[in-house]
C-alpha cells in the first residue's frame, strides 16, 4: 500500500450527504485519500428517504441500503459503524470516537445530518414515545404495530403524515395532531391541504388540527396525550414528527462557527478551512436544509474541492416537494400564494376527480406550484421555473398541461427534448435527465428496468417513473411504452410477437426465435415463459407446453416458499366444502407434519411449508379424497369467491353459490397472461366482494350485473361495469368470452386491471356487447381450448410424470 | 479430489436442473440446451434461493426468489447485481457425470 503520498480523509457520519460526497469524490480523484467513515448508527448508509416506505410494508429494510458492506471494502474505505465521533482535536488534526479510537485527518468531513426536534413537553422521556428519523425508530413503529396497539403522530408536516399512514398501513388505528389549522401548511396552500386532509380522513386517519400537545400522559409508559384545550387522545405509541434540527454539537464542541447549523462558505468548508461540512447539519447563506435535492448539489461541489478543484461553488437550487403516501400525489415548488400584486394566481379545480391546482405567475414567469390528484405536469411546471422560462405565448392554457400548452400537433405528454440536461428527475436518489441519457447510450439499455438498475432513477419511490420513461422513449427513438421490447433477447415487443405468432403460424419457441431474429439461442427467463403462454393460447391442443420455460411454481404446481418448501392449496369449488374434504385435509396435513393449515384470502385451505419430495404423495391422498389442484401458484384461473347468496341469506337474489361453481367448473385449469380471479355475490352489499375481481358477478333481481378488470393487490382498482345480463347461461357465455379476449390480447404478466386501462373499456364493450357473433366465437374458442387444459396437474405428477423433479439425483460424501 | 459418479446426462431434463445432496450441502446441477453440464452449490449469493427450481437459458439460471441471473460457469451474477456462489467441477465421461469433490477439505464451502 503506498499511502505515503495519500491525504488522509476522515468522515463523520455514514448517512446520505457524507457517501453522496464519497461517491462523487471516489469518481473524481479515486485514490487521492485513505478515507475513514464513523458512522453511529451500526447500519453501512441506507436511503433514509425509504424508511417511510419501509414503515407503509412497501419494502424491506434490506432493500434500501445505498452502500452495502462490500461497496466500503472494495474502494479501500474503512469503516467503524455504531461508533461516533464523540471530539475533534484541531490542532492535533484528529478525531476520537465513543470506543476510543483516535484517527488523524488531513481534511475532516462532517456529515452529522440533523436531530428530531423534541417539544418540551411533560411526559416525552416514556416509553413508547419515539421520532421518526431511522432504522432503530422504524423497527419500534413496526413493532409496536404488530403489537396490535393505537398510535398517535404529533406533527403534520411531510414526515408526520408518512408516519401516520405507514402505521395506518400497518393495520394501527392513527390519529394526528397538527399545530395549524391545515395540513403541510409549509408546502401546500390551504386549498391542497384541505383536500389532503380530507382524503386521508377518507382513509381511515383521524386528524386533530389546530391541536397544541400539553402533555403526554402516562405513568410508566404512554398512555396517551392531552391537547392543550382539554381533549384526550389514547396512545401506546406516541410518534413526534414536528421538524428537525441540525446535528451541530460535535462542530461547536470544537470550535466552528456555528449559527443554527455549522455554517459553510460557496465551497462547503466550514470556519477551518481543513473541515467540510454538508447536508442537514450544515447553515448556507442562512438556510438549513430538510431534503436530498439540494444536498447533492453540495455533495457535487465538496468533492470537488476535496479532489482539489478551487472554483467548484455551491448555490441552493429551487426546491420541490411531493409526498410519498401511494395513491395521494401531491407536488409543491416555490411559492404557495401570490405575494404581491405583480402576482397572479391561475386556479384549476375538479372536485369530482378531486383534482386541484395552482400556480403563481410574476411577470410571466412561474414562480410558485402546487398540484393535488394530478401531478403529471409537475416536473414540467418546476422546469419552467427553474429555468425562468417566459410562457406568455401559452399562459391562458399552461394549467392544463404540457399537453395543451404546446397546443394542436404540439408535443403531447412530456417534453423531454426541452427539459435541461441538469433537470433532477429522481429526488430520492439525486439522478438527473444528463445521468439518464449517458446510461442509455453509453450501456445501450432499453428498458426501464435496465435504466433503474444502472442509475437506480425510480428505484426508490417510483413518483418519477414516467418521466424515466419518457426519456428512455425520447432516447431510443422507440414508444417505449408500446413496443418496449419483451427482454434483452429481441427488439420486438409483446404485440408484435404474439400477431407474428398468429399471422406467421409460428409453433414452436425455436420457430419463433428463429423468424423474428431473436439475439439469444434459447431466451432468457423473461421471454420464455411469455412465448410459452403465447403458443399455448394460440394453438391449443397443438402446442406442446414447455415445463422448462414455466417458472418453479407451476412447473411444480406449488407455491414455493421463502424456505424452499411449497404450500399446497386444493381446489375448493365456489369455497364450498364438505366434511369428508375437510378430514382428508386434516389426515394429510397430519401424516405429512405439514406447519401450517391456513384459509386463504380467496375462500380455501392452504397446507403450507411442505417438503418437495412429500407432493406427490400429498396429491395422491387429497386426490383420493377428489380434490384436485386449486392453482393458486399460476398465471391462470385462480378462485370463485362466492356469498351465501339465496340459498339461505335473507337478501339473496339469486343462487351467487351455485352460479360459482359452475363458472369456477368452467374456467379452472385454463392458463391465463397473469392470474385471474372471479367472484360472484347474491346481492349489491357484495359480501364476495365481487368489484376488486378480474370478473365479477354482482346477483340483482332483474339479473345479474357483470363487472370487470378488478385488482387488489398494491394498486387498488374497483372494477367496470360491463353489462346487466338475465340468465346463468348468459354469464357463462360473458364469462368465458372475456376471459378468452383478455387469454388472446393482453401481455403476458399484464393482468386485467392494467390491461383495460390500456386499451380502454370501450373496445372490451365492443368486442363483447357491440358484436354478438364476434362473442360467441370467442366463447367457443375458450372452451375448445379448455377441452385441453382441465386435466388435474397433481393427477399427472400423482401418476409419474415429471418425477425428476421431485427427487434428488444422488447422494455423495 | 476424488471423481464421484452422480448419474447419466439423460437424467437431467436440458435446460434443468437436478440436485445432489453432499456434505457441502445440496449442489445444484445443471444441463444447457447444448448438453453442457454444470454444477454449482445450490444456494443463490443473493439470500440462498434453490438454484435448482431456476430457468436455465444458455449458461446462465435465473433464480426463482428474486430473479438474480447467475452463471453456471463462474457462479457470478449478473451486473448489476454483486455476488458469487461456489462452483463445483463436473466431468463428462459419455453419457456419464462425476462431481470432483474433495471429501477431505470440507471446509472449502461455507
Ligand atoms: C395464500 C394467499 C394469502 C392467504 O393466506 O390468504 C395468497 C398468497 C400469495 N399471494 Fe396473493 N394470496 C391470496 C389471496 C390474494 C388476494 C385475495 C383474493 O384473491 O380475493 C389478493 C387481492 C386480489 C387480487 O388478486 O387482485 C391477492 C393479491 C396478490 C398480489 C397482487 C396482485 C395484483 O395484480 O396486484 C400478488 C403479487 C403478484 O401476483 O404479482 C400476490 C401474490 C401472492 C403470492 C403468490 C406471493 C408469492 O409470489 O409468493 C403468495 C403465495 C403464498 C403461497 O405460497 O401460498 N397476491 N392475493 C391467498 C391465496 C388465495 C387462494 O386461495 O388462491
Ligand atoms: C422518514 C423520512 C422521510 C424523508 N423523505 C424525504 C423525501 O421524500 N425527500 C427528500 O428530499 N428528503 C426526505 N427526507 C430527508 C432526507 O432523508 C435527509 O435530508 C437526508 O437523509 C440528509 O442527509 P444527511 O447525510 O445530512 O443526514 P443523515 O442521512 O441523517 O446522516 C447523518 C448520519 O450521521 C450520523 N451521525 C451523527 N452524528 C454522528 C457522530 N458524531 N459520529 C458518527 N456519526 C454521526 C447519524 O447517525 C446519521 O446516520 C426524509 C427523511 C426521513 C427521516
Ligand atoms: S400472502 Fe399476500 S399479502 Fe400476505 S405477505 Fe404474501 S403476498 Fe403479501
Ligand atoms: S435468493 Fe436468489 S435472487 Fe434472492
Known amino acids: 500500500m503506498n499511502a505515503v503520498s495519500r491525504q488522509r480523509l476522515v468522515v463523520v457520519g455514514n448517512g446520505m450527504a457524507g457517501m453522496r460526497t464519497v461517491e462523487e469524490l471516489l469518481a473524481r480523484a479515486p485514490v487521492r485519500y485513505d478515507i475513514t467513515v464513523f458512522g453511529a448508527e451500526p447500519h453501512p448508509n441506507y436511503n433514509r428517504i425509504m424508511l417511510s416506505s419501509v414503515l407503509a410494508g412497501e419494502k424491506d429494510l434490506d432493500e434500501i441500503v445505498i452502500n452495502p458492506r462490500s461497496w466500503y471494502d472494495e474502494n479501500g474505505i474503512t469503516l467503524h459503524t455504531g461508533d461516533a465521533v464523540v471530539a475533534i482535536d484541531r490542532t492535533a488534526k484528529t478525531v476520537t470516537s465513543a470506543s476510543g479510537r483516535v484517527v488523524p485527518y488531513d481534511k475532516l468531513l462532517l456529515a452529522t445530518g440533523s436531530n428530531p426536534l423534541m417539544p418540551p413537553l411533560p411526559g416525552l422521556d416514556l416509553p413508547g414515545v419515539v421520532s421518526f428519523r431511522d432504522i432503530a425508530d422504524v423497527e419500534a413503529m413496526l413493532k409496536a404495530a404488530q403489537a396490535g396497539q393505537r398510535a398517535v403522530v404529533i406533527g403534520g408536516g411531510l414526515l408526520g403524515l408518512e408516519a401516520a399512514w405507514g402505521l395506518k398501513r400497518q393495520g394501527m388505528p392513527v390519529a394526528l395532531v397538527h399545530l395549524m389549522p391545515t395540513l403541510m401548511e409549509r408546502q401546500l396552500d390551504v386549498e391542497a391541504g384541505t383536500l389532503l386532509q380530507r382524503d386521508l380522513t377518507e382513509r381511515g386517519l383521524h386528524f386533530f388540527t389546530s391541536g397544541q400537545t400539553e402533555q403526554i400522559l402516562g405513568t410508566d409508559k404512554v398512555e396517551g396525550i392531552r391537547l392543550a384545550d382539554g381533549r384526550e387522545v389514547p396512545a401506546d405509541l406516541v410518534v413526534v414528527a414536528i421538524g428537525i434540527r441540525p446535528n451541530v454539537a460535535l462542530a461547536k464542541q470544537a470550535g466552528l462557527d456555528v449559527n443554527r447549523g455549522i455554517r459553510v462558505g460557496d465551497d462547503m468548508a466550514t470556519s477551518d478551512g481543513d473541515i467540510y461540512a454538508i447536508g442537514e447539519c450544515v447553515e448556507h447563506n442562512g438556510q438549513v436544509f430538510g431534503l436530498v435535492a439540494p444536498i447533492w448539489e453540495q455533495a457535487k461541489v465538496c468533492a470537488a474541492r476535496l479532489a482539489g478543484d478551487q472554483k467548484a461553488a455551491y448555490a441552493t437550487p429551487p426546491l420541490s416537494t411531493r409526498l410519498k403516501i401511494t395513491g395521494i400525489d401531491v407536488f409543491s415548488a416555490g411559492l404557495l400564494t401570490a405575494e404581491d400584486e405583480l402576482d397572479s394566481e391561475v386556479v384549476y379545480r375538479d372536485a369530482a376527480k378531486g383534482i386541484y391546482k395552482k400556480l403563481v405567475i410574476r411577470e410571466d414567469k412561474v414562480v410558485g406550484a402546487v398540484l393535488y390528484g394530478d401531478v403529471a405536469d409537475g416536473a414540467w411546471y418546476f422546469d419552467l421555473m427553474r429555468q425562468g422560462k417566459d410562457i406568455a405565448a401559452f399562459r391562458d392554457r399552461i394549467i392544463f398541461g404540457q399537453a395543451y400548452a404546446d397546443g394542436p400537433g404540439g408535443n403531447s405528454g412530456l417534453d423531454v427534448a426541452a427539459m435541461s440536461d441538469d433537470t433532477q428527475v429522481c429526488g430520492c436518489n439525486g439522478v438527473s435527465k444528463c445521468d439518464i441519457v449517458s446510461a442509455i447510450t453509453s450501456k445501450g439499455l432499453t428498458s426501464l428496468d435496465d435504466v433503474r438498475a444502472h442509475t437506480k432513477a425510480s428505484a426508490s419511490c417510483g413518483q418519477c417513473t414516467n418521466v424515466v420513461q419518457a426519456i428512455l422513449s425520447h432516447v431510443t427513438g422507440a414508444d417505449a411504452a408500446v413496443a418496449e421490447a419483451m427482454c434483452k433477447c429481441t427488439e420486438h415487443g409483446h404485440a408484435h410477437v404474439r400477431k407474428a405468432i398468429v399471422e406467421q403460424g409460428l409453433k414452436s419457441q425455436a420457430e419463433v426465435r428463429e423468424a423474428l431474429g431473436w439475439k439469444t439461442e434459447d431466451g432468457c427467463a423473461k421471454c420464455r415463459p411469455a412465448l410459452n403462454y403465447y403458443l399455448l393460447c394460440a394453438w391449443p391442443g397443438e402446442y406442446v407446453d414447455d415445463q422448462q420455460s414455466r417458472f418453479i411454481n407451476e412447473r411444480v404446481h406449488g407455491n414455493i416458499q421463502k424456505d424452499g418448501t411449497y404450500s399446497v392449496v386444493p381446489r375448493m369449488w365456489g369455497g364450498v366444502t364438505t366434511a369428508a374434504e375437510l378430514r382428508a385435509i386434516a389426515d394429510v396435513a397430519e401424516k405429512f407434519q405439514i406447519p401450517t393449515v391456513k384459509v386463504t384470502g380467496g375462500q380455501r385451505i392452504d397446507l403450507l411449508g411442505v417438503k418437495k419430495e412429500d407432493l406427490p404423495a400429498v396429491w395422491a391422498d387429497l386426490n383420493a379424497a377428489g380434490m384436485v389442484s386449486g392453482h393458486a401458484y399460476a398465471k391462470g384461473l385462480r378462485t370463485v369467491k362466492t356469498c351465501v347468496g339465496s340459498e339461505w341469506c335473507r337478501f339473496g337474489t339469486q343462487d351467487s353459490t351455485g352460479l360459482g361453481i359452475k363458472l369456477e367448473r368452467m374456467t379452472w385449469g385454463s392458463w391465463t397472461p397473469h392470474k385471474f380471479k372471479m367472484a360472484v355475490s347474491g346481492c349489491p352489499r357484495n359480501c364476495a366482494e365481487a368489484t376488486i375481481k378480474d370478473f365479477g358477478v354482482i346477483c340483482v333481481d332483474a339479473g345479474y350485473d357483470l363487472v370487470v378488470g378488478g385488482n387488489g393487490g398494491i394498486h387498488l382498482r374497483g372494477t367496470d361495469h360491463l353489462c346487466q345480463v338475465k340468465t346463468e347461461e348468459e354469464v357463462l357465455e360473458y364469462a368465458g368470452a372475456f376471459m378468452q379476449l383478455y387469454r388472446e390480447d393482453a401481455w403476458y404478466l399484464e393482468r386485467t386491471a392494467p390491461w383495460i386501462e390500456r386499451v380502454g373499456l370501450d373496445y372490451v364493450k365492443r368486442r363483447l356487447i357491440d358484436d354478438e357473433a364476434g362473442r360467441k366465437d370467442l366463447y367457443a374458442r375458450f372452451l375448445h381450448s379448455q377441452t385441453f387444459a382441465q386435466n388435474d396437474p397433481w393427477a399427472e405428477r400423482v401418476q409419474g410424470s415429471e418425477a425428476h423433479e421431485f427427487k434428488s439425483l444422488a447422494m455423495v460424501g | ?110
Do not use: Y
Not at chain 2, 444456494?43 to 433464480?63: A, D, Q, Y
Open chain 2, 1 to 110: 479430489m476424488d471423481w464421484i459418479e452422480i448419474g447419466s446426462l439423460d437424467d437431467i431434463p436440458p435446460r434443468g436442473a437436478r440436485t445432489v445432496e453432499s456434505h457441502l450441502g445440496q449442489i445444484a446441477v445443471f444441463r444447457t440446451a447444448k448438453d453442457e453440464v454444470f454444477a454449482l452449490i445450490n444456494k443463490c449469493p443473493h439470500s440462498g434461493g434453490p438454484l435448482s427450481e431456476g430457468i436455465v437459458s444458455g449458461r446462465k439460471v435465473t433464480c426463482p426468489l428474486h430473479n438474480w441471473v447467475i452463471d453456471l460457469g463462474t457462479g457470478e451474477a449478473d451486473g448489476p447485481d454483486e455476488g458469487c456462489t461456489n462452483v463445483i467441477p463436473v466431468r463428462q465421461e459419455g453419457r456419464r457425470l462425476l462431481l470432483g469433490l474433495d471429501a477431505h477439505r470440507k471446509a472449502a464451502v461455507a
